[in-house]
Every structure is written in structure tokens, then in C-alpha cells.
């Protein structure tokens, strides 16, 4: 039994530290993509932000809409690598340093999500297994790349989760103070945050009232703890965002821009994909099967329910709490007007614990034999691989999409060209240094100035020889809600049968490996910036003589 138990201990081991090597290649795989002009506009504001900073004279971000923290840590790991020789950090650098923390972050989520889930259900086969989903994430790989800040609420939330799992079960002290200190770098990341802040509330509740041996002194205990909860919480926020205090009305200013944009009370440019989306449906359909991938997206709604089942027969807490943590993140940001694919990414970790829960009935054979449940499992690790692996690939081990299509423009499309394109996309800029008459127009408003009858639209239209669109960030809305946007529709259905004039001359294409881990399109089967930052569709039109 010994010699068992040390085979089956370095065989788990063995596996983690084989999933930790993996996950460092597929998250630093040319982390710097998109160089030198690195499309994702989030990271451009973040990095713009931080190049503004002077030390030590100027630590103001003037910018909002992400937590200084990151931006704060950033700015001084790059004076660091510059050794203090400068008092400012460049675009380049800043947005480099931010990848190289995503993908730290997402590389520990490895081993966090095996310690953590071997510690709540204390089985390694099901940590090994969540260990194993969370290496071949699409959704951890992709956000390894983006240095933009959900990788960081993702891992910090992981964490929060465990140590309130501990105030449950041992109501110390030191969890206490960690989890106030967790929930301040959370806020101070994003405000967003705040949706799991009232959670180490309750832990401390539940401890001090409904564990026997404390009730006659409740009120006492959970009254230092909260006390010592909030304090480091505020503590820990205002020293990483201190100009929330010091500049309350701009943050004040970008906090009700970026609420009325999330709630669609402001339409803006960006979220036309969202009219007519339904809340919870949209993510299981358009946002899940990428992050997760369409298999293990099908086994965590069959998890999911299971855990709900089995927390409400054994009122065991870890579930409760699992399901607390998960219900909190997702439908705080599902039920919002706007559902970008990066406000699902902290749930991932839950998602992964929740499907290793069903795994510990099915391994103990109690709805299958041990070899059968064992091979299932297997093939889903061998499955998320894959995924992983092809996205990978697929998005960083080929040439860029944009480059692709400007190296086919080089060949098809004379110098002197006049080409019409979109404007607000970062797509078109590497087609600037190759052609000197590029004009944009903001077919984002074509719905807004009369459309198809506006001169200017007609004038553009006929000074130009050839059609660039960078993504299909427009089309898409305008295709699928023609009642939203009769105009925008009516221009892109004419463009693209040719009755406007222009026929298409390229597309980018998509193979079959393409095909496999963008569901079949990927253009119209997921949310959008699930592609148009690091493989955008383009299309070019030619003008029929």
C-alpha cells in the first residue's frame, strides 16, 4: 500500500510539473505578436497610461477604466529592467511587461487550480484533472497574450475563493487578514471586483454563528474579523489607486462612462454585436465553446447541475461556496448589455473545479467502472490538447492575418490605389506604409446620417478602386440586425453580392484546423473580440470596371 501511494504521489506530481512546462510554452509562444503594431486597443490605452508616468514626479494614470495596481507594478518593473537609467517606461516595453505578467499569472493558475482543488475535495485525480483543463485552456492561453487585466482577476479570485474556504472550516485569524488583503488587489485591479467582496463577509458570519463551539461569542469574533477584513481591503485599495482620492472626478467621470456603456444606457461604436443577445444563452453559445472548448463547455452544464444536487443533499461548504463564487462572477457580468468573451474569463477556474466535482462519484465507480471513468478523462485532457495547441497555432504560430492579407494586397493591389477603408480599426495600419491613399470612413454611423443616400458615402465610394475591411467588426452587427441597422445592413448585403459595384477579391481563409477551434466560423458562430484582436477575418473588394 506504501509503494502504491508514493507511485500514485509522483505520478501527480509528475503530471503537474509536465502541465506547468506545457502551459509556459503555449502562454509565452510569441508573446510579443503584433509587433511593432500591436493591435488590441485595451493594451494601447493601458501602455499609454503607464508611458505617461514620471518618476517620481508624476503617478497620476488619468486613466479609469482598469485599477492602477497593474498599471503601478508595471511602471516599476520597467524601471528596474532599465536599472533606474530612465524615469519613464516606453509604449513597446510597457505593453510587452504587461503580457509577460499575464502569462506568469496564467502559468500559476496551473499549479494554484491543482493545490486548490486537491485541498477542497482532497482527491488528486480530480486535481490533476483541473490542473490538466486549465493548461489547455483556450481561454487562459488567449489572455496570456493580452495585456490587459483579466488574468489577474482571475488568479486573485482563484485565491480569495480558497482562503474564504478556510474562514468556513477554521475561521483563523491570518485568513482573515489574507482574504482582505486578496479583495483590496481585486478592486485595485478592476472595480468589478467588488462582486466578491461581500463573500469573506459572509464566510466570517457563517463560522462564528454556526459553528457550535463559537456561538455563545459570535458577535465578538465575526465583529474583529469583519473589522480586520475591511480594514485591509481599504487599506490595500487606496495605496494601489491612490488618485481615486486624489482625482475623484475622474474617476468618478470614467466609472459612470464605463457603467452606462456595460449597461448599454450609452450606445457606442463598439457594442453593436450585442442588441438582441440573450443574457446566459449567449455565453454557453458564443462565448463558453471558445474558452472552454465545445466539449468540456457540454460537461460543465452537466457539472454544474450535478454540484448544484450534490450541495444541496450533503450541505458540504466548499460546494456551496464553489457555486457562490461561480454564480456571482457569471451573472454579475452575463445579464449586462455588453458580453465581451473577457468578462467570463475569472469564472474559468470555478468552471474547472465544478467539473471536477462529478469526476470523484465517477473515478469511486459509482456510475461507471474506474478504468472507463478514468479513459473518459483522459480523452477530455487529450481533447482540451488539442484545442489548446491548434489555437496556439493557429493565432500565434502563423503569420498575422493582417499581414497575410496585406502581402496578397502587394500582388493584387497597385501602389497608387485609391482604397476606401473603416475607420477605428487598427487593422488597416500596416497598409499605410504600402499605400499612400488610404482614406477611412466611419461606416460605424451609416445608420446615423442617412446611409446609402449620404453624398459624402457616394463621393467615397466613387474615388475609390478597392475596399479594405480590417475586421468584421462592423459587418457583423449590420448582418445579423437589419432591423437595428437597415442602412449598415442594406451596404454590407450590396457590398458583398456585388450590387454596390465591387466584387470580393479576398478573404482570410480558414481551414479545417481553422474551422475546429473557431466553430466553423469565424466570423459569425462567437463573440467578436474572440477573434479581432489576434485574428481578425479581412476582406478586400475590387471596383467592377
Not at 380 to 407: H, V
Amino acid at each position: 500500500m506504501k509503494m502504491n501511494k508514493r507511485i500514485i504521489i509522483s505520478g501527480s506530481t509528475f503530471l503537474l510539473i509536465t502541465f506547468i512546462c506545457i502551459g509556459f510554452i503555449l502562454r509565452f509562444y510569441n508573446i510579443d505578436w503584433g509587433d511593432p503594431f500591436y493591435f488590441h486597443p485595451d493594451e494601447r490605452n493601458v501602455a499609454s497610461s503607464i508611458t505617461q508616468l514620471i518618476f517620481p514626479t508624476q503617478f497620476n494614470p488619468h486613466f479609469f477604466a482598469y485599477g492602477s495596481l497593474p498599471i503601478y507594478l508595471v511602471f516599476f518593473l520597467g524601471l528596474i529592467t532599465n536599472f533606474f537609467r530612465q524615469t519613464t517606461v516606453s509604449f513597446q516595453q510597457a505593453i510587452i511587461l504587461m503580457r509577460v505578467f499575464a502569462a506568469v499569472l496564467s502559468v500559476l493558475i496551473i499549479p494554484s487550480i491543482f493545490y486548490i482543488t486537491k485541498k477542497t475535495t482532497d482527491n488528486k485525480t480530480a486535481a490533476v484533472f483541473a490542473a490538466g483543463l486549465s493548461t489547455f485552456s483556450v481561454g487562459f492561453i488567449q489572455f496570456a497574450h493580452f495585456g490587459t487585466f483579466e488574468m489577474w482577476l482571475t488568479f486573485l479570485g482563484l485565491w480569495l475563493f480558497y482562503f474564504c474556504y478556510k474562514i468556513t472550516r477554521y475561521g483563523n485569524f491570518t485568513d482573515t487578514i489574507v482574504a482582505g488583503i486578496l479583495s483590496g488587489l481585486l478592486v485595485g485591479t478592476k472595480i468589478s471586483g467588488l462582486v466578491l467582496v461581500p463573500i469573506p463577509f459572509i464566510c466570517i458570519l457563517y463560522f462564528a454563528f454556526l459553528k457550535k463551539k463559537y456561538f455563545s461569542i459570535g458577535f465578538l469574533e465575526s465583529a474583529m474579523h469583519i473589522f480586520t477584513y475591511c480594514f485591509f481591503l481599504g487599506a490595500v485599495y487606496l495605496l494601489t489607486n491612490p488618485y481615486v482620492l486624489l482625482d475623484t472626478k475622474s474617476f468618478l467621470d470614467s466609472m459612470h462612462y464605463e457603467t452606462t456603456v456595460a449597461t448599454g444606457a450609452l450606445p457606442v461604436f463598439y457594442t453593436g454585436e450585442f442588441f438582441n443577445a440573450k443574457p446566459v444563452l449567449f455565453q454557453l453559445l458564443h462565448v463558453y465553446p471558445f474558452l472552454l472548448n465545445p466539449f468540456v463547455t457540454i460537461i460543465f452544464i452537466l457539472s454544474f447541475f450535478y454540484t448544484i444536487f450534490m450541495a444541496i443533499k450533503t450541505r458540504k461548504q466548499h460546494l456551496v461556496l464553489l457555486l457562490v463564487f461561480f454564480v456571482l462572477l457569471f451573472f454579475s457580468q452575463a445579464i449586462l448589455f455588453v458580453k465581451w468573451t473577457r468578462y467570463m474569463l475569472p469564472t474559468l477556474p470555478f468552471a474547472y473545479l465544478i467539473i471536477s466535482i462529478p469526476l470523484l462519484d465517477v473515478v469511486k465507480g459509482k456510475y461507471m467502472s474506474k478504468f472507463t471513468a478514468l479513459s473518459l478523462t483522459a480523452c477530455f485532457i487529450i481533447i482540451g490538447l488539442i484545442y489548446g495547441f491548434l489555437y496556439t497555432y493557429i493565432a500565434y504560430g502563423r503569420e498575422d492575418t493582417r499581414l497575410s492579407a496585406l502581402d496578397f494586397a502587394k500582388t493584387s493591389v497597385p501602389f497608387q490605389a485609391n482604397i476606401l477603408s473603416e475607420v477605428y480599426d487598427l487593422g488597416i495600419v500596416p497598409f499605410n506604409s504600402s499605400y499612400p491613399h488610404i482614406s477611412l470612413f466611419n461606416f460605424y454611423d451609416l445608420d446615423n446620417n442617412g446611409a446609402l443616400s449620404d453624398n459624402d458615402l457616394k463621393t467615397a465610394l466613387s474615388q475609390s478602386d478597392y475596399i479594405i475591411l480590417p475586421s468584421q467588426r462592423i459587418l457583423k452587427p449590420r448582418l445579423l440586425n437589419p432591423a437595428k441597422f437597415p442602412s449598415g445592413s442594406m451596404f454590407y448585403q450590396s457590398l458583398f453580392n456585388g450590387s454596390l459595384g465591387y466584387r470580393q477579391i479576398y478573404q482570410t481563409p480558414c481551414d479545417i484546423l481553422c474551422r475546429i477551434v473557431y466553430l466553423n466560423d469565424p466570423v459569425f458562430s462567437l463573440e467578436e473580440t474572440a477573434t479581432v484582436f489576434d485574428r481578425p477575418t479581412l476582406y478586400i473588394f475590387k471596383k467592377i470596371q
